[in-house]
């Protein structure tokens, strides 16, 4: 399995932009890579995919149009490109990674996850 650790997570402004990243310790090239996010008392949730190709892609409703998935294999890294945050998208960013063939928005099909990146939107 691949160890991951996700940064870039900060107190950020409504409107604002932040980029996560999330940096592996070995090759990813083959995995699905996804983000989730879990705020204060809620269920994690899904966030958003990409296939080892960087192909596919696939959003959760409430951040489709704003965020962006993206990976660079050469550099064992997946990014995710965060525009007009909201107050309501607050929580810790965790990456993770999934031997699965397609993208997948449930989290019992990532096998490796970061300890996580806090994002704080403030009003």
């Known amino acids: 399995q691949v160890q991951l650790v996700e940064s870039g997570g900060e107190l950020v402004q409504a409107g604002g932009s932040l980029r996560l990243s999330c940096a592996a310790s070995g090759g990813i090239s083959t995995y699905v890579m996804g983000w989730f996010r879990q705020a204060p008392g809620k269920d994690r949730e899904f966030v958003a995919t990409?296939?080892?190709?960087?192909?596919?892609?696939y959003y959760a409703d409430s951040v489709k149009g704003r965020f962006t998935i993206s990976r660079d294999n050469a550099k064992n890294t997946v990014y995710l490109q965060m525009n007009s945050l909201k107050p309501e998208d607050t929580a810790v960013y965790y990456c993770?990674?999934?031997?699965?063939?397609?993208?997948?928005?449930?989290?019992?099909?990532?096998?490796?996850w970061g300890p996580g990146t806090q994002v704080t939107v403030s009003s």
């Open positions: 990409i296939r080892w190709s960087g192909s596919g892609t």
């Open positions: 993770a990674a999934s031997s699965r063939y397609y993208t997948t928005s449930s989290g019992y099909e990532y096998h490796s």
